[in-house]
C-alpha cells in the first residue's frame, strides 16, 4: 500500500510539472484579443470609478462600479464616459460593432452609410439604462447636471416647423410611415433632460455648444443655399425658460462660442463673408442679455489693430476669470492667390535661400501652420481697448489661469539663432514681460538658454540656465534677479547626461501656495527656495540621494480651469512617487511638510505603478500594478498599502508560457560596472542550451519591473512573444562617452553577451542582436566589428553619418546636423572639423567585414531617418555578396504605424530568428523574396521543409 501511495503520488507529481511545462507558447493569434485599460477616471466625490476594457482589435466594454468593487453598469462597446457633476447620471457613447464597421469597410461603403455611433444613459440611483439610438455626436456642459445634447438623423416631418419642437424621447414623429417611400432624413439637434426625458428637437442647427454651468445651450443655423426665410444665425437657447433667441442674424461660419465665468455674457467669431470670398473677415460679437442681437465689438477697422492685420478665425477668445478682460487673436491679411491665373502655365517651384530664417522643408511642413498662425491682443472690456500684445516677431504669449493679473511673459528669437537651430538644440532666446493693461514690454532676460516659467499669480518669473546649470528668479515689483540655487552643492543639471550637448533640469515640482518660492527636484530630492534667496530647504532631507531614490511630488490636476494645477500646499500631506536606482523598485512616500522629519516611505515593491488617478478631494485613489509576470490591471486604494483589484482582464495570460525578468550586472573591458535585463521562459531549464538575443536602445533597467503586452510592436523586439517561444532575450544599458557611439555598443553589448554565454545554458552559436533606429545604427555597426551574431536585424538604421548628417527629418522638416553634433549620436563636432570621427562611426564603410546574415526594416515615408540609408545599406552589402534582406512597408513612417504591417513584421521577424537561430527551414521570404510582379498576391509567409 506504501508502495502504491508513493507512486500515485509521484504520477500526479510528475503530471502536473509536465502540464506546467506543456503549456502552449504564445503565437500570433493571440495579439487581438489581449486587452488593455483606458480612460479611467473617478467621480467628483470618488464614490465610482469608471474605465474601458479594449482588446486590440474587438469591441471594447465600459464598466461603472462603487469603491467596494460593486459591479453597477457594464456597457458593451461603451466608449467615452462621463459621470455627471451630482453622480446621478453615467453618459456613455457605444460604437458599433467592430464586425459590421469591419464589413462596411470591406465593402466600401460611404462615409454616411458607415455604422453609427450610439449614446447610452445609465440612472446611477434607480439602475435604469437607456439607448438613445443611432448619433452623430454629443456634448454637455463641463459642470453637467441635468443636460446633454446630442446631433442624429430623423425623418422630416411632412409640415417641417423649423422652429424648435419639444417632444418625449419616443415620440412617434421618428417612426417612418408604413408602407410609403422612405422619408427624408436630416440631421436634428437634440437638447435632452436628463431627469425628465424630455427633448427639444431643433432642426436645422449645425454646430452647437454650453456654457460651463449648464444655463445655455448656444446653436447655429445654416439655412438653404438660398435662405429667404431667415431661419441662418446664431440661436441662444435658456434651458430654465425653455425658450431660445436668435441672436445674430444671417449665414455665416460662427465659432469660438465662449461665455465668461458666471455665464452672463457670450463672444464668438463670426465671418458673414461670401462663402466664395477668398479672405474670411471675421468678427468678434459680444451679447450680454441686455439688447436684442449681439453686435460687432471687434473688427478690422477697430482702433488699436495694426495696419493690414484683422481679427483672426484661428485665434482663442476667452474671458478673464474677473470678466474684464477679452483675451483673442490678431493676424496680418493674408495674401491670396490670383484665381485668374492658369495652374499649367505657371512654374511649381520653391525657392532656398540661405537666410530664411528655417529651411525651406520646415516652411512647407509648417504651411498649415503659418496660416493659422495668430498673435495675442487684450480687449479691456471696462474701457473698450484694444491691446495687441504682440507681433510676428515674437513666440506666444503665456497667462496665468486667471487672466486677470497684469502680465504675461513672452520671448524673441534673433534671425541668426533661429538659422542656427539646425544645428544647435540650445536656442538662445530675449525673456519678456509685456503688460495686459497697455502692451508696454521689458525685456528681463538676453540670450537665455534654458526655460522660463511665470509664477501663478504673476509676481515672479523662474529661470533654469541651461549654460550655467543654475535656478533664479526675477521679481516682476522690483525688477530683481535673485540666485535660487546659489551656495548649494547640489547639481541641479541632469547628472546622467551623456550627450555633447547643455544637460537640462530635473523641473520643478510646483509652486508654494503663498506665492513667496518654488519647489525645484534635483536627481533624487525636492528643494523648497524662497524667491528671497534666503531659505533652501531640502524637503526630503536627503534621503533620496543618500539611499538612491529619485523623490518626486505627484500633484493631481484639478477640473477647475482657473485654479493653477501645480501649487504645493504645505498644510497638506504630499504624495512622492519613488524609483530605486540600485534595486529598480518602485512605490510611494508621503511628505508631512508641517514636520522637521515628515518624510515617511508607503511601499517600495518589485512593481511598476502607472495611471495614478484621484478624486477632487484626494481621498481616494485608482492605479495599476504591474511586472513582467502581471498584466498592469486597475487597483483601488486609499493608503497604497492595502490595494483592492478592480480588473482582471487577461486571465488568459496563465495558460501561456510567459516568462521572468531579472537584473544582471558586469564588468565591461574597460571596468566599466554594466547592467541589463535578462528575460528567461517561464519553462526555464538551466539543463538546456537556449538561443538568446539582445535588444537595445540607450537604456533599459529602469523598466526591469515593466509589462510587455504581447501586441505588434512598431518594429521593436516583441520579447514576451521571443521569450515565450524559448528564447532568451536581454536588454543591456549601453552608456556613452562623447564621440565614440559605435565603441559604446560594442563596449557594452558585446561584453554583456559574452559575460551571459559563460552560463551553460546560453547557446553561444546562436546569439542574435535587434534594434530599431538608434538601435538599429547600433545593430549596423556591431556586426561590422563582430562575428558573434548569428543572425542581425534592424529598423530604420543610419549606416552612412556623412550622408545622413546633411540629411531632413521630413516629418518636421529640420536639418538633421544637429543630431551628430549635440544629441543622439554625440559625435561632438561638425563634419568638417573631425571627418575621420563621422567616418569611423559609419557602418557603410565597413560593410565588406559583415558576415552576419541582417534583415533591414526601412520604410519609404520615414520622417525620422531618410530611407536610403536603408538603401545604401541594403545595396552595399548585396554588392559584396552578403546575405541581407530590406523590408519597405509602403507609406508608412519610422516606426510602423499600420496594424496589418506591425503585424506582418511580428511574424518575419519570428520567421528569421527561428530559422537562423533555431534551424528551422526558411519561410519563403527568406529563401526566395517576392517577386514585384507577384506583389499583392504572394507574401512569402510560407515554410516548406
Known amino acids: 500500500m506504501k508502495t502504491t501511495t508513493l507512486t500515485c503520488a509521484l504520477l500526479v507529481s510528475t503530471t502536473l510539472y509536465g502540464f506546467a511545462q506543456q503549456k502552449p507558447p504564445i503565437d500570433h493569434s493571440v495579439f487581438d484579443s489581449w486587452k488593455n485599460i483606458s480612460a479611467q477616471n473617478f467621480s467628483k466625490s470618488g464614490k465610482f470609478i469608471y474605465y474601458t476594457i479594449s482588446p486590440q482589435e474587438g469591441d471594447a466594454v465600459t464598466e461603472l462600479k462603487d469603491t467596494k468593487n460593486n459591479l453597477l453598469f457594464r456597457l458593451e462597446r461603451g466608449t467615452s464616459p462621463k459621470i455627471t457633476e451630482d453622480e446621478k447620471f453615467f453618459i456613455s457613447s457605444i460604437k458599433p460593432y467592430y464586425k459590421e464597421t469591419r464589413e462596411a469597410k470591406i465593402k466600401k461603403?460611404?462615409?454616411?452609410?458607415?455604422?453609427?455611433?450610439?449614446?447610452?444613459?445609465?440612472?446611477?440611483?434607480?439602475?435604469?439604462?437607456?439607448?438613445?439610438?443611432?448619433?452623430?455626436?454629443?456634448?454637455?456642459?463641463?459642470?453637467?447636471?441635468?443636460?446633454?445634447?446630442?446631433?442624429?438623423?430623423?425623418?422630416?416631418?411632412?409640415?417641417?416647423?423649423?422652429?424648435?419642437?419639444?417632444?418625449?424621447?419616443?415620440?412617434?414623429?421618428?417612426?417612418?410611415?408604413?408602407?410609403?417611400?422612405?422619408?427624408?432624413?436630416?440631421?436634428?439637434?437634440?437638447?435632452?433632460?436628463?431627469?425628465?426625458?424630455?427633448?427639444?428637437?431643433?432642426?436645422?442647427a449645425d454646430s452647437y455648444y454650453f456654457d460651463d454651468n449648464e444655463k445655455y445651450l448656444v446653436f447655429s443655423k445654416k439655412g438653404a443655399d438660398k435662405d429667404t426665410t431667415g431661419v441662418a444665425g446664431l440661436y441662444l437657447y435658456d434651458l430654465a425658460k425653455k425658450s431660445q433667441k436668435k441672436i445674430s442674424n444671417g449665414k455665416g461660419n460662427y465659432?469660438?462660442?465662449?461665455?465668461?465665468?458666471?455665464?452672463?455674457?457670450?463672444?464668438?467669431?463670426?465671418?458673414?463673408?461670401?462663402?466664395?470670398?477668398?479672405?474670411?473677415?471675421?468678427?468678434?460679437?459680444?451679447?450680454?442679455?441686455?439688447?436684442?442681437?449681439?453686435?460687432v465689438l471687434i473688427d478690422k477697422q477697430s482702433a488699436g489693430i495694426p495696419a493690414n492685420w484683422y481679427v483672426s478665425g484661428d485665434g482663442n477668445l476667452s474671458f478673464s476669470a474677473d470678466g474684464k478682460k477679452l483675451l483673442l487673436g490678431l493676424a496680418p491679411i493674408p495674401k491670396v492667390?490670383?484665381?485668374?491665373?492658369?495652374?499649367?502655365?505657371?512654374?511649381?517651384?520653391?525657392?532656398?535661400?540661405?537666410?530664411?530664417?528655417?529651411?525651406?522643408?520646415?516652411?512647407?511642413?509648417?504651411?498649415?501652420?503659418?496660416?493659422?498662425?495668430?498673435?495675442?491682443?487684450?480687449?479691456?472690456?471696462?474701457?473698450?481697448?484694444?491691446?495687441?500684445?504682440v507681433d510676428d516677431n515674437f513666440s506666444r504669449v503665456f497667462f496665468t489661469s486667471n487672466g486677470t493679473e497684469e502680465w504675461a511673459i513672452t520671448s524673441r528669437t534673433s534671425k541668426e539663432n533661429k538659422i542656427a537651430t539646425q544645428w544647435s538644440m540650445s536656442t538662445p532666446q530675449d525673456i519678456i514681460l509685456v503688460s495686459t493693461n497697455n502692451g508696454s514690454k521689458r525685456v528681463i532676460k538676453e540670450n537665455h538658454v534654458g526655460q522660463s516659467y511665470l509664477s501663478p499669480n504673476a509676481t515672479h518669473v523662474v529661470f533654469y540656465d541651461m549654460e550655467k546649470s543654475t535656478w533664479s528668479v526675477y521679481d516682476i515689483a522690483t525688477q530683481q534677479e535673485t540666485s535660487l540655487s546659489g551656495g548649494l552643492t547640489v547639481s541641479f543639471a541632469d547628472e546622467t547626461n551623456d550627450m555633447p550637448a547643455y544637460a537640462g533640469s530635473y523641473g520643478y515640482a510646483g509652486w508654494s501656495e503663498d506665492g513667496k518660492g518654488i519647489y525645484i527636484n534635483d536627481r533624487y530630492d525636492i528643494w523648497y527656495l524662497s524667491f528671497d534667496g534666503k531659505t533652501k530647504t531640502n524637503i526630503t532631507n536627503n534621503y533620496g540621494r543618500q539611499h538612491k531614490v529619485v523623490l518626486r511630488a505627484q500633484i493631481f490636476r484639478n477640473n477647475d480651469p482657473r485654479k493653477p494645477?501645480?501649487?504645493?500646499?504645505?498644510?497638506?500631506?504630499?504624495l512622492l512617487t519613488s524609483f530605486n536606482e540600485k534595486s529598480k523598485e518602485n512605490g510611494f512616500f508621503k511628505l508631512d511638510l508641517t514636520k522637521k522629519n515628515g518624510l515617511k516611505e508607503v511601499i517600495q515593491s518589485k512593481n511598476v505603478y502607472k495611471r495614478l488617478i484621484s478624486n477632487e478631494d484626494q481621498t481616494v485613489y485608482a492605479?495599476?500594478?504591474?511586472?513582467?509576470?502581471?498584466?498592469?490591471?486597475?487597483?483601488?486604494t486609499k493608503d497604497f498599502v492595502n490595494l483592492t483589484k478592480l480588473t482582471d482582464i487577461n486571465p488568459q495570460q496563465k495558460n501561456y508560457n510567459w516568462g521572468t525578468a531579472e537584473l544582471v550586472q558586469w564588468t565591461t573591458p574597460n571596468g566599466y560596472a554594466a547592467e541589463g535585463i535578462l528575460y528567461k521562459p517561464e519553462n526555464f531549464d538551466s539543463n538546456k542550451k537556449y538561443p538568446i538575443i539582445a535588444y537595445f536602445y540607450e537604456t533599459h533597467t529602469e523598466g526591469l519591473y515593466s509589462y510587455h503586452e504581447p501586441a505588434p510592436t512598431p518594429s521593436r523586439l516583441m520579447?514576451?512573444?521571443?521569450?515565450?517561444?524559448?528564447?532568451?532575450?536581454?536588454?543591456?544599458d549601453i552608456r556613452y562617452k562623447t564621440g565614440q557611439p559605435g565603441k559604446d555598443a560594442e563596449e557594452y553589448v558585446n561584453s554583456g553577451m559574452k559575460f551571459l554565454a559563460q552560463n551553460p545554458w546560453v547557446d553561444e552559436s546562436k546569439m542574435a542582436i535587434q534594434g530599431q533606429s538608434w538601435g538599429?545604427?547600433?545593430?549596423?555597426?556591431?556586426?561590422?566589428?563582430?562575428?558573434?551574431?548569428?543572425?542581425?536585424?534592424?529598423?530604420?538604421?543610419?549606416?552612412?553619418?556623412?550622408?545622413?548628417?546633411?540629411?531632413?527629418?521630413?516629418?518636421?522638416?529640420?536639418?538633421?546636423?544637429?543630431?551628430?553634433?549635440?544629441?543622439?549620436?554625440?559625435?561632438?563636432?561638425?563634419?568638417?572639423?573631425?571627418?575621420?570621427?563621422?567616418?569611423?562611426?559609419?557602418?557603410?564603410?565597413?560593410?565588406?567585414?559583415?558576415?552576419?546574415?541582417?534583415?533591414?526594416?526601412?520604410?519609404?515615408?520615414?520622417?525620422?531617418?531618410?530611407?536610403?540609408?536603408?538603401?545604401?545599406?541594403?545595396?552595399?552589402?548585396?554588392?559584396?555578396?552578403?546575405?541581407?534582406?530590406?523590408?519597405?512597408?509602403?507609406?508608412?513612417?519610422?516606426?510602423?504605424?499600420?496594424?496589418?504591417?506591425?503585424?506582418?513584421?511580428?511574424?518575419?521577424?519570428?520567421?528569421?530568428?527561428?530559422?537562423f537561430l533555431k534551424g528551422k527551414p526558411a519561410a519563403d521570404w527568406i529563401k526566395n523574396g517576392v517577386k514585384a510582379i507577384d506583389k499583392g498576391i504572394e507574401w512569402g509567409l510560407e515554410v516548406t521543409e
Open 776 to 915: 538599429g545604427y547600433q545593430v549596423a555597426h556591431l556586426i561590422t566589428r563582430t562575428d558573434m551574431y548569428a543572425a542581425a536585424w534592424t529598423g530604420a538604421p543610419v549606416v552612412n553619418m556623412t550622408s545622413a548628417y546633411g540629411g531632413i527629418r521630413w516629418q518636421s522638416g529640420m536639418s538633421r546636423q544637429f543630431q551628430y553634433e549635440k544629441t543622439q549620436s554625440r559625435l561632438g563636432a561638425t563634419l568638417w572639423e573631425n571627418r575621420d570621427l563621422y567616418i569611423e562611426n559609419s557602418p557603410l564603410f565597413f560593410l565588406d567585414r559583415v558576415k552576419t546574415p541582417v534583415a533591414i526594416m526601412h520604410n519609404d515615408n520615414d520622417g525620422a531617418v531618410p530611407w536610403y540609408q536603408g538603401i545604401e545599406m541594403f545595396t552595399a552589402l548585396r554588392r559584396l555578396q552578403k546575405p541581407v534582406w530590406l523590408l519597405n512597408y509602403n507609406g508608412d513612417e519610422h516606426n510602423l504605424m499600420q496594424r496589418q504591417n506591425r503585424k506582418d513584421i511580428q511574424i518575419r521577424q519570428a520567421q528569421f530568428f527561428d530559422h
Open 719 to 732: 520579447i514576451s512573444y521571443f521569450v515565450s517561444n524559448g528564447y532568451l532575450v536581454f536588454s543591456p
Open 255 to 295: 465659432k469660438n462660442i465662449s461665455f465668461d465665468d458666471l455665464s452672463q455674457r457670450l463672444v464668438f467669431l463670426a465671418d458673414k463673408s461670401n462663402e466664395k470670398a477668398l479672405i474670411k473677415d471675421f468678427k468678434v460679437y459680444n451679447y450680454n442679455g441686455q439688447t436684442d442681437t449681439a453686435t
Open 565 to 574: 494645477s501645480n501649487v504645493i500646499n504645505p498644510k497638506k500631506q504630499l
Open 623 to 636: 492605479l495599476s500594478k504591474e511586472n513582467y509576470a502581471e498584466y498592469p490591471d486597475l487597483y483601488l
Open 109 to 204: 461603403k460611404k462615409q454616411d452609410e458607415m455604422p453609427k455611433d450610439s449614446l447610452a444613459i445609465f440612472n446611477i440611483l434607480t439602475k435604469e439604462s437607456l439607448n438613445l439610438g443611432a448619433i452623430k455626436n454629443w456634448k454637455s456642459p463641463r459642470l453637467t447636471k441635468s443636460y446633454i445634447a446630442y446631433q442624429q438623423e430623423l425623418e422630416v416631418p411632412s409640415k417641417q416647423d423649423t422652429v424648435s419642437k419639444q417632444v418625449k424621447t419616443d415620440s412617434s414623429a421618428t417612426k417612418s410611415p408604413a408602407k410609403k417611400a422612405p422619408a427624408k432624413k436630416e440631421t436634428v439637434l437634440v437638447l435632452y433632460n436628463l431627469e425628465s426625458k424630455d427633448t427639444v428637437q431643433i432642426w436645422k
Open 337 to 389: 492667390k490670383d484665381t485668374t491665373l492658369v495652374d499649367f502655365e505657371h512654374a511649381k517651384v520653391d525657392i532656398w535661400h540661405w537666410q530664411d530664417d528655417y529651411l525651406m522643408t520646415q516652411q512647407l511642413v509648417n504651411v498649415g501652420r503659418e496660416r493659422t498662425k495668430n498673435f495675442d491682443a487684450i480687449y479691456n472690456l471696462e474701457t473698450q481697448k484694444l491691446i495687441p500684445l
